[in-house]
């Protein structure tokens, strides 16, 4: 059985990759960081993205709404098939407004790679940052 220190070094490569996935790094060097049928949810309103392309396609919707997006990772549980990250959302939206928002990723995995990612976003924090500042401000 593997000890704590391999899984997480084997789910903090999926982070990796699935960061990959997600539009960080070419598209040919994460194929196996997903399954072909992978499900992602950013739980926001919209409609889950079914597969590779429909995932690629949701992300790069979501990170065109801030730039300049830096993730902070402020917390990690791993278990044998999932993990659950929390995060801290920092940058400039394409409105101008200043990107300060705490999000919650579960994951789950299978066969070594991401099955499902559901995004969980503080929407009033997101909401903000995402209206157009005053015009006189």
Not at 44 to 60: F, K, L, Y
Not at 110 to 137: Q, R
């Amino acid at each position: 059985m593997e000890g704590l220190g391999d899984h997480v070094r084997c789910h903090q490569g999926s982070v990796r990759a699935l960061s990959r996935l997600l539009g960080r790094a070419r598209p040919r060097s994460n194929r196996r960081a997903t399954h072909p049928d992978s499900v992602f949810h950013l739980h926001s309103g919209s409609a889950p993205a079914h597969g590779r392309a429909q995932i690629r396609t949701a992300a790069a919707e979501t990170f065109a709404l801030v730039p300049d997006l830096t993730f902070t990772q402020v917390d990690l549980r791993v278990g044998d098939d999932f993990w659950v990250v929390r995060w801290k959302l920092s940058g400039t939206s394409v409105t101008g407004g200043a990107v300060d928002v705490d999000i919650a990723d579960m994951v789950t995995v299978e066969g070594g790679a991401v099955k499902e990612k559901h995004t969980y976003v503080d929407g009033v924090a997101m909401a903000a940052a995402l209206t157009a500042p005053p015009e006189n401000a």
